[in-house]
């Protein structure tokens, strides 16, 4: 089992930045991919980021050049670092953790945390 943990966000003006944090924990060592998810009100989840063991990144188009992802892997943090926020980007971020089993993969989420921009 893996255990996930957010922080980091909050109420921002349309411009600013934030940086969430997603520790992980319990059996870290099966994890292989790491992301960020979020989702509006009214709408789907959808992918934000992820990267993976190898390093490996991933975005979607909506906040490429705008956010950064990055892991400690000692700490076995995932950070997400938000630039450029603007009201479209207001949504609750999910933390996800990915680790692969024999017939597929086994997700993790953390509880989730708000992020509001205001205009």
């Known amino acids: 089992q893996v255990q996930l943990v957010e922080s980091g966000g909050g109420l921002v003006l349309a411009g600013g930045s934030l940086r969430l944090s997603c520790a992980a924990s319990?059996?870290?060592?099966?994890?292989?991919?790491m992301g960020w998810y979020r989702q509006a009100p009214g709408k789907e989840r959808e992918l934000v980021a992820t990267i993976s063991r190898a390093g490996g990144t991933k975005y979607a188009d909506s906040v490429k050049s705008r956010f950064t992802i990055s892991r400690d892997t000692a700490k076995n943090t995932v950070y997400l670092q938000m630039n450029s926020l603007n009201p479209e980007d207001t949504a609750v971020y999910y933390c996800n953790a990915e680790s692969p089993t024999r017939f597929g993969s086994t997700k993790y989420w953390g509880q989730g945390t708000q992020v509001t921009v205001s205009s």
């Open positions: 319990g059996s870290t060592y099966t994890i292989n991919v």
